[in-house]
């Protein structure tokens, strides 16, 4: 289906994107085993590489967990959209 705003779109970028069929998790994962010290992050004057951000996302995980939460449950984060 063709929008209006795809003919805003730069020669050579097409609409149409292949998602995979893998969780965010998975698709972190995979950054850190390609190119662990690319920045992930820039915000504010700090930056965090893939490896530093699968870390941070381990941690609260593990966080997570020992507050009872399990696989397959939901949480809300409430927050402004920030990195925080």
């Given at each position: 289906?063709?929008?209006?705003w795809h003919s805003?779109?730069?020669?050579g970028?097409?609409?149409?994107?292949?998602?995979?069929?893998?969780?965010?998790?998975?698709?972190?994962?995979?950054?850190?085993?390609?190119?662990?010290?690319?920045?992930?992050?820039?915000?504010?004057?700090?930056?965090?590489?893939?490896?530093?951000?699968?870390?941070?996302?381990?941690?609260?995980?593990?966080?997570?967990?020992?507050r009872?939460?399990?696989?397959?449950?939901?949480?809300?984060?409430?927050?402004?959209?920030?990195?925080?």
């Open positions: 289906m063709i929008r209006p805003l779109y730069p020669q970028v097409s609409p149409k994107v292949a998602i995979p069929n893998q969780t965010i998790y998975e698709l972190l994962e995979g950054s850190v085993l390609d190119a662990p010290t690319h920045k992930a992050v820039i915000y504010e004057g700090k930056e965090l590489t893939y490896s530093e951000l699968k870390t941070a996302c381990d941690r609260l995980a593990a966080a997570l967990y020992n009872g939460i399990r696989k397959g449950e939901r949480i809300a984060v409430m927050l402004p959209n920030s990195v925080e």
